[in-house]
């Protein structure tokens, strides 16, 4: 590879390194700490499975002489983990730091002295002042999901005592002056290897996380990190893409996200950021799908409703529609003309949306014959709030204005109409938008994750999550 070709590719790994994210997720004390608790229990399970070797071996032990010794079958019979710690390490990883572990073992011995002189019994040995110091580094892997390693680990066992069933009181010496630093070096090469083997194990839970989760039949959202984690004293937080798509068809918006930075929060274990690029990226894939689009007809109106879609309601205000088209039922089609703008201040989320009402005759055999175009300005807000995984909706009319873009049947005032077009928007367009606004888009999650005690704020330019969370299974 040329120079300029090396150079050329680290820039462009540069800007898709330094991309915004559109979604930030801070794990806070509160959330690691339970993180913590969850793999301590895997770090106790896997500690419990150490094979201890049997050992062996000739001394001399004062007053016998040369004895021929061993230990053999030791089993854990119990473990513990009483002190442990998560630390973050800005800028670097997290520290799992372990003191006072202990462990009890169970085994058999047997010596052999004086050549002819054969003894044995059973043991109970307590391992006691385990520490264990292992730094965990926190990346991003080859598809933006998050990945862990071991990348240094110290184990130390303190002191050892043992109990003999059986047996003359020199077997202490022995144990004390040769067994003793045997077992625990035996013990110490064993304790790493299974602690980074829990970290490692980690992993496939961490590829569980939704990098790019489906929303319906015609979009997607892409969850990857856009930078490696940011790692403060006090929290761990993950920058996201947070970018909508049209399945199978990854085309860029014409806007960027704007940088936001989440406050300083902790009374959640979790907190997620989505900013207001989201929604918009949304807006940009719904309108290029053509999904923003919604045909009327007269069977969606309430029968209650003295508004009819025909031409006989429609031939009162234009009555040119009344004069080339009696009788006839009619159809509307409402649909955005470029996606809509999603703005976010305190307290308030407002879409501003463009787009077109074309009016429709039913001819009786089906054929639709085009009655006028209205051009339509509208502004609605917005309710947020989470179920279940989701992000969810529903939204409110704020005003709308209407403007006659292309007629087919005369010069009209459009004004006179608009009590139709509310009616129509407010029974009609409206309760379908909250349909599809009701079943949410997934948030950022990992495995079986339950998000608890959730509140949502909307702050300037974007929303925040706040929520503690659990796993189950």
């Known amino acids: 590879m040329s120079p300029c070709s090396l150079l050329a590719l680290l820039a462009v790994i540069s800007l898709t390194l330094a991309a915004s994210p559109g979604v930030k997720v801070k794990l806070t004390d509160k959330g690691i700490e339970y993180g913590k608790q969850i793999g301590m229990a895997s770090l106790q399970q896997k500690l419990k499975t150490i094979k201890v070797p049997d050992l062996s071996g000739t001394e001399k032990v004062p007053p016998i002489g040369k004895v021929k010794y061993s230990l053999t079958g030791m089993t854990i019979v119990n473990l513990g983990l009483p002190k442990s710690a998560l630390v973050l390490m800005p800028g670097t990883g997290v520290r799992l730091a372990i003191t006072n572990a202990f462990i009890n073992l169970h085994g058999n011995w047997r010596v052999r002295y004086f050549r002819f002189i054969q003894d044995h019994g059973s043991f109970d040995l307590t391992v006691n002042g385990l520490t264990i110091t292992a730094d965990i580094a926190i990346k991003s892997d080859e598809t933006g999901r998050p990945t862990v390693s071991t990348v240094n680990c110290v184990a130390n066992v303190g002191s050892a005592s ?86 199978g068809k990854h085309q860029e918006p014409p806007f960027s996200p704007t940088p936001f930075s989440l406050p ?23 309108n290029n799908a053509g999904a923003l689009s919604l045909h009327v007809t007269d069977d969606m109106i309430p029968p209650s409703s003295p508004i009819r879609l025909n031409t006989g309601t429609f031939g009162v205000f234009i009555p040119e529609i009344a004069k080339r088209f009696p009788g006839m039922m009619m159809k509307l089609l409402v649909k955005t003309v470029k996606e809509p703008t999603i703005s976010l201040e305190p307290n308030n989320v407002t879409v501003q949306a463009s787009g077109t009402v074309t009016a429709y005759a ?11 175009v209205l051009n339509m300005e509208g502004s609605v807000s917005a309710q947020m709030n989470v179920t ?27 004004q006179p109409l608009d009590n139709i077009f509310l009616m129509v928007l407010k029974v009609v367009v409206i309760p379908k938008v909250n349909a599809r606004l009701e079943k949410g888009f997934p948030l950022p999650t990992i495995g079986k994750m339950n998000l608890i005690n959730t509140q949502l704020q909307v702050l300037k330019d974007y929303m925040l999550i706040g929520t503690d969370v659990q796993f189950t299974g």
């Not at 929060?265 to 719904?286: C, E, H, K, R, W």
């Not at 039913?362 to 006028?372: E, H, K, R």
């Not at 279940?388 to 005032?413: C, D, H, P, R, W």
Request: aromatic share 12%; net charge neutral.
């Open 362 to 372: 039913i001819q009786p055999n089906t054929t639709l014959s085009p009655l006028f």
């Open 162 to 247: 043992i109990k003999f069933h059986g047996g003359a009181s020199w077997l202490y010496n022995l144990f004390k002056s040769y067994i003793d630093k045997a077992l625990r070096s035996a013990l110490q090469k064993q304790i790493c290897p299974l602690v980074a083997d829990v970290i490692t194990d980690m992993n496939p839970h961490l590829k569980t996380f939704n990098v790019l989760a489906k929303v319906d039949q015609y979009a997607e959202i892409e969850y990857s990190m856009v930078t490696s984690p940011t790692i403060s004293k006090s929290s761990i937080e993950f920058s996201l893409k947070g970018e909508f798509y049209n399945i």
């Open 388 to 414: 279940g995984v989701k992000l969810a909706g529903a939204i409110t009319l704020n005003k709308i204005e209407m403007t006659l873009g292309t007629s087919y049947v005369g010069q009209f005032q459009v």
């Open 264 to 286: 300083p929060q902790d009374n959640n274990m979790l907190y997620i950021g989505v900013s207001s690029f989201t929604p918009n990226s949304a807006g940009f894939v719904y």
